[in-house]
Structures are given as C-alpha cells and as structure tokens.
C-alpha cells in the first residue's frame, strides 16, 4: 500500500522560508510525477508545482521565484522549498503521487504565515 507522508509545516512570519517534505512508501516513486498542492477552507485544492519524474516541474504563478520542488530519487522524497512566504500561502499543503494508473494523497500539513 502506497502511503505519503507531509512534514514541515508549521507558523512562519511573512518574508520568511519553509521546506516541506513528502515520504512516500511503496515502489512508485521513481515512476511518478510529484506534486503539491494547498487547501484553505471552503475552496478548491488549487496546484502549487509539480515535478515529473524526469525532474520537469512546473508552478502556480503565484509561487514562481518564491517555491522551488524537487525531488530525492534515492530516498524517496520530493520537497516543496517555500521563500518569501507571504500571508496568503496559509493553506494545508497535501502532496500528491501521479502515475498512469493511480493517484495517491498524503493527509496534508498546515502552513501558516503570519506575524
């Protein structure tokens, strides 16, 4: 079974920096395109970038030169670097695995921004 795992979050003031992570378990990752993606309530879980597993990434126009993902191929994790994180990136963070044949979420990490 296929599990994801997001750490990291937590209370930052604005103009400051987060890394979230994602563990995966299962033997999917390689093959799998990671994303990231935020939640606030009462809205649509909108996407925040993504990596595929040729390491081609692409990002929301609102955290361009701001988020940076990547990926650890030999651990098994993708990491979302959050820089000059501003009030509105508040939001649960859910990391997501795309592979042809399926789709998995994690449960989600709360970030906040605020002073």
């Known amino acids: 079974q296929v599990q994801l795992v997001e750490t990291g979050g937590g209370l930052v003031q604005p103009g400051g920096s987060l890394r979230l992570s994602c563990a995966t378990s299962?033997?999917?990752?390689?093959?799998?395109?990671m994303g990231w993606y935020r939640q606030t309530p009462g809205k649509q879980r909108d996407l925040v970038a993504k990596?595929?597993?040729?390491?081609?990434?692409n990002y929301a126009d609102s955290v361009k030169g701001r988020f940076t993902i990547s990926r650890a191929n030999a651990r098994n994790t993708a990491y979302l670097q959050m820089n000059s994180l501003k009030p509105e990136d508040t939001a649960v963070y859910y990391c997501?695995?795309?592979?042809?044949?399926?789709?998995?979420w994690g449960k989600g990490t709360l970030v906040t921004v605020s002073s």
């Open positions: 997501n695995a795309n592979t042809s044949r399926a789709n998995y």
């Open positions: 299962g033997s999917i990752f390689r093959l799998a395109t």
């Open positions: 990596i595929t597993s040729r390491g081609v990434t």
